[in-house]
């Protein structure tokens, strides 16, 4: 499957290559990164937080070996610069010891002026071979300044490059602490995020109900809108309605009067006769 996806891709690009020579190619080849961007974004979000937060993680473990490994370079180089240093001290001792011998030779030249004979070191030799190994001790000499000075020059330049190793060792712990605390920050602030997420999933959502409460209120207001306006009815009727209301109700009454007495006349009129 995966052979099959990288020869698709190879094969795309490779159209987008051919593509590209053309204006309405060049115009594909950027819409294609653009899309291909955007897909990658899309893959680098679809990664959980703590799958990344864990990645992280052990990318900062993982750089332990590579400390080692730089730490065990450190110690060989340290070494191999003790050596060179002893090396560089017993040069410079030759040398000293090479440049006496020498000025004890001339200063033998000197002193025997134009005698065939020169004793130098308690032997006489004759004055020609003096000469000739007095002038091969000097070449002998000079060459090995050059080679100490050399030496000197490369031993200050490893030691530079030592002190900068450790440097770098310094550097490297104090960053990685301080990375470890970023993680150790960002790890924390996700599970505040995740409990907050969790809280708020069974929080009761009471909107809903607020609306109900809402819809009874008005509905109580009109009601009471509704019997205040019948009261006020009541109290601000037409006047002269009500006063005829008023005749007529005492009308009725005297009409009911008259009514239930007439029985007890008719009853006096019986008796009389």
Same mark, same amino acid.
């Given at each position: 499957m995966m052979k099959k996806i990288a020869i698709a891709a190879v094969a795309v690009a490779a159209g987008l290559l051919i593509l590209g020579a053309t204006g309405v190619g060049r115009k594909a080849c950027s819409f294609a990164r653009l899309g291909w961007n955007k897909v990658?974004?899309?893959?680098?979000?679809? $990664?959980?937080?703590? *799958?990344e937060l864990a990645r &992280?993680?052990?990318?900062?473990?993982? $750089?332990e070996p590579a400390k080692k490994k730089h730490m065990s370079k450190m110690a060989e180089e340290m070494v191999a610069l003790d050596n060179l240093r002893h090396k560089v001290e017993a040069q410079r001792a030759s040398l000293n010891e +090479?440049?006496? *011998? !020498? @000025? #004890?030779? @001339? =200063?033998? &030249?000197?002193?025997?002026?134009?005698? +065939?004979?020169?004793?130098v070191g308690g032997q006489e030799f004759q004055r020609t071979v003096v000469e000739t190994r007095l002038t091969r001790a000097f070449e002998t000499f000079k060459i090995g300044k050059e080679s100490l000075k050399s030496q000197e +020059? &490369?031993?200050? +330049? @490893? =030691?530079? *490059?030592l002190e900068n190793a450790r440097e770098q060792l310094r550097s490297f712990d104090s960053t990685k602490a301080k990375l470890e605390v970023e993680v150790a920050k960002l790890e924390a602030d996700l599970n505040n995020l995740r409990t907050q997420q969790q809280t708020s999933r069974l929080h009761v959502d009471d909107s809903r109900l607020g609306e !109900?409460? *809402?819809? $009874?209120? #008005?509905?109580?207001? @009109? $009601?009471?809108?509704?019997?205040? =306006?019948l009261k006020l009815q009541a109290q601000y009727s037409d006047p002269i309605i009500k006063a005829t209301e008023e005749a007529k109700t005492g009308d009725s009454l005297k009409e009911i009067d008259a009514y239930f007495a007439k029985p007890k006349d008719d009853k006096a009129v019986v008796e009389q006769k």
């Open positions: 990658e974004k899309g893959m680098e979000d679809a $990664i959980p937080v703590e *799958a &992280l993680k052990s990318d900062l473990d993982g $750089i +090479q440049e006496k *011998a !020498i @000025r #004890k030779t @001339r =200063e033998a &030249l000197k002193t025997s002026g134009d005698a +065939q004979f020169v004793t +020059q &490369l031993l200050e +330049q @490893r =030691e530079a *490059a !109900i409460k *809402a819809g $009874i209120d #008005k509905v109580r207001t @009109r $009601i009471e809108v509704q019997k205040t =306006e």
